[in-house]
């Protein structure tokens, strides 16, 4: 699906992490090839995942030590075994103890240690060498979680230890080259099944990452190398004192010095991996929220104009042929708005946005454009089942008369409410997994503002079974969405 080609089509968005199989969270393995044929048989043209790069403490992948990084735990176990780079024994010992959540804690005490044997064992290290030459920022990556480990993991800025382990250096440095080996098998699998795979780059950095450290003069930063101002949202539907996510802001003046260097390497790493990607936060192109470092909430920050069009010019070379989606949700004005209508690329559409405003709500299907991206919901999201049965009771007739439901019981409204996206102008719609099989709000994968419980969310083979692919593969070939 190219962006000068945006053909209708319809696709489901989850995470490697929420993958079946047998050690601790998802990976690069037997399970993505399946869920990829799963795809193919229903018709759906797109699997959209969240960010690869390494999460934060809280688990999150949207505030990672490196935006040039993948995740070392996506890597298949089985695989190594199958190499010779892990004994049988090793990997009975990090079979799962549950199937349903993804075990963090475990995966942070136990699996960078079990990388490291494997790192150890690999006899030649020339194609890893070859890796890291060709992609420098990796590299550099991979100095700074070295360089973190030998600081008893301090931020960056307290660092004085200026020695590093050569095993953990070598290890990171295995971790991040089988990561894009194993991830190029999928991805050359999904094309040959026909299923274009968009990834998400998360707008903003972590201020204890490699990006900093590497180029603090690409952020607000003052003279002691600590943030002035840190990123967030203003009060919205989802808090009510805002969102401060508390990432260190660019320094767009200084990026513009050199052509947006940074991000024009960061679009080529993410193209390198995906057919497509969607750049969260776009409105932040436009305009971002500043708030003063120190503050406890969002509430006291104000918008700064960002880099606008000039941004979009430097990278559209990297991103032609490519599908690029504008997540422009939250607060969004006439400057937003005119920002991606110039850029070209589509915006989002999310449902359950739909019933908080009037008939005129850019998120209720008939006022879809074409040049747009669809969703039931978001990972930010309730599922739709949650969503709906947490509706009051007016809202509620309204979605269902909105929907046409004719039913005599109101949750039993779901095909209807799926139906009516695919029948919508939305070149592309989307559904979270959850809403594919009609889970419940305890399946929800993040809640914003929450630090605690997110991100775990698993499923299991068997229960796909519980899909009615062949009504999706009917839609998909009645509404022009067919692969």
Same mark, same amino acid.
């Given at each position: 699906?190219?962006?000068?080609?945006?053909?209708?089509?319809?696709?489901?968005?989850?995470?490697?992490?929420?993958?079946?199989?047998?050690?601790?969270?998802?990976?690069?393995?037997?399970?993505?090839?399946?869920?990829?044929?799963?795809?193919?048989?229903?018709?759906?043209?797109?699997?959209?995942?969240?960010?690869?790069?390494?999460?934060?403490?809280?688990?999150?992948?949207?505030?990672?030590?490196?935006?040039?990084?993948?995740?070392?735990?996506?890597?298949?176990?089985?695989?190594?075994?199958?190499?010779?780079?892990? *004994?049988? !024994?090793?990997? $009975?010992? +990090?079979?799962?103890?549950?199937? @349903?959540?993804?075990?963090?804690?475990? &995966?942070?005490?136990?699996?960078?240690?079990?990388?490291?044997?494997?790192?150890?064992?690999?006899?030649?290290?020339?194609?890893?060498?070859?890796?890291?030459?060709?992609?420098?920022?990796?590299?550099?990556?991979?100095?700074?979680?070295?360089?973190?480990?030998?600081?008893?993991?301090?931020?960056?800025?307290?660092?004085?230890?200026?020695?590093?382990?050569?095993?953990?250096?070598?290890?990171?440095?295995?971790?991040?080259?089988?990561?894009?080996?194993?991830?190029?098998?999928?991805?050359?699998?999904?094309?040959?099944?026909?299923?274009?795979?968009?990834?998400?780059?998360?707008?903003?950095?972590?201020?204890?990452?490699?990006?900093?450290?590497?180029?603090?003069?690409?952020?607000?930063?003052?003279? *002691?190398? !600590?943030?002035? $101002?840190? +990123?967030?949202?203003?009060?919205? @539907?989802?808090?009510?004192?805002?969102? &401060?996510?508390?990432?260190?802001?660019?320094?767009?003046?200084?990026?513009?010095?050199?052509?947006?260097?940074?991000?024009?390497?960061?679009?080529?790493?993410?193209?390198?991996?995906?057919?497509?990607?969607?750049?969260?936060?776009?409105?932040?192109?436009?305009?971002?929220?500043?708030?003063?470092?120190?503050?406890?909430?969002?509430?006291?920050?104000?918008?700064?104009?960002?880099?606008?069009?000039?941004?979009?010019?430097?990278?559209?070379?990297?991103?032609?042929?490519?599908?690029?989606?504008?997540?422009?949700?939250?607060?969004?004005?006439?400057?937003?708005?005119?920002?991606?209508?110039?850029?070209?690329?589509?915006?989002?559409?999310?449902?359950?946005?739909?019933?908080?405003?009037?008939?005129?709500?850019?998120?209720?299907?008939?006022?879809?454009?074409?040049?747009?991206?669809?969703?039931?919901?978001?990972?930010?999201?309730?599922?739709?089942?949650?969503?709906?049965?947490?509706?009051?009771?007016?809202?509620?007739?309204?979605?269902?008369?909105?929907?046409?439901?004719?039913?005599?019981?109101?949750?039993?409204?779901?095909?209807?409410?799926?139906?009516?996206?695919?029948?919508?102008?939305?070149?592309?719609?989307?559904?979270?997994?959850?809403?594919?099989?009609?889970?419940?709000?305890?399946?929800?994968?993040?809640?914003?503002?929450?630090?605690?419980?997110?991100?775990?969310?698993?499923?299991?083979?068997?229960?796909?079974?519980?899909?009615?692919?062949?009504?999706?593969?009917?839609?998909?070939?009645?509404?022009?969405?067919?692969?």
């Amino acid at each position: 699906m190219k962006q000068n080609e945006f053909v209708r089509a319809s696709g489901v968005l989850m995470h490697i992490s929420s993958l079946w199989g047998g050690y601790s969270e998802g990976s690069f393995g037997k399970a993505a090839k399946e869920w990829i044929d799963f795809l193919a048989a229903g018709g759906f043209r797109v699997w959209q995942v969240l960010p690869f790069c390494l999460p934060d403490d809280c688990n999150s992948p949207y505030k990672s030590t490196g935006a040039f990084s993948l995740n070392p735990c996506f890597i298949d176990l089985p695989t190594l075994c199958s190499e010779g780079l892990l *004994t049988e !024994r090793e990997l $009975s010992e +990090a079979e799962q103890k549950t199937p @349903y959540a993804c075990e963090f804690d475990r &995966l942070r005490e136990e699996r960078f240690a079990l990388l490291r044997k494997a790192a150890k064992r690999v006899k030649d290290q020339k194609p890893i060498e070859n890796f890291l030459e060709t992609h420098p920022r990796t590299a550099a990556f991979c100095r700074f979680m070295a360089f973190r480990e030998a600081n008893g993991n301090k931020e960056w800025i307290d660092w004085t230890n200026t020695a590093v382990d050569p095993e953990t250096l070598l290890t990171w440095q295995f971790t991040q080259y089988e990561c894009h080996r194993q991830w190029q098998q999928i991805h050359a699998y999904a094309k040959g099944k026909g299923v274009l795979i968009v990834g998400d780059i998360p707008i903003y950095v972590a201020y204890d990452s490699a990006d900093v450290w590497e180029n603090p003069e690409l952020f607000q930063l003052d003279q *002691t190398n !600590r943030p002035t $101002s840190v +990123a967030g949202v203003p009060p919205d @539907y989802f808090s009510k004192d805002g969102q &401060l996510w508390g990432n260190p802001l660019y320094d767009w003046k200084a990026m513009k010095q050199d052509g947006y260097a940074w991000w024009k390497e960061r679009m080529q790493f993410m193209l390198e991996l995906f057919d497509g990607v969607r750049i969260d936060h776009f409105r932040g192109l436009e305009s971002y929220w500043s708030v003063p470092a120190g503050e406890r909430t969002a509430r006291n920050g104000k918008w700064v104009k960002g880099p606008g069009m000039d941004f979009i010019r430097a990278i559209r070379p990297i991103c032609e042929g490519k599908l690029v989606i504008a997540e422009d949700l939250g607060v969004i004005t006439d400057a937003v708005r005119k920002l991606v209508e110039k850029s070209g690329f589509p915006g989002m559409h999310v449902l359950q946005f739909g019933f908080l405003g009037d008939a005129n709500s850019p998120h209720l299907p008939h006022n879809y454009d074409e040049n747009c991206v669809a969703y039931t919901g978001t990972h930010d999201n309730n599922t739709l089942l949650g969503y709906v049965w947490e509706l009051d009771p007016s809202t509620r007739a309204r979605l269902l008369d909105y929907c046409g439901f004719k039913g005599e019981h109101w949750d039993a409204c779901y095909p209807d409410i799926q139906r009516m996206m695919w029948e919508s102008h939305a070149k592309l719609v989307i559904l979270p997994v959850q809403d594919l099989l009609l889970y419940g709000s305890d399946t929800r994968f993040n809640v914003p503002g929450r630090s605690e419980g997110n991100w775990s969310y698993r499923l299991k083979r068997e229960q796909l079974n519980e899909v009615d692919l062949a009504r999706f593969r009917h839609w998909n070939e009645l509404y022009g969405r067919e692969k």
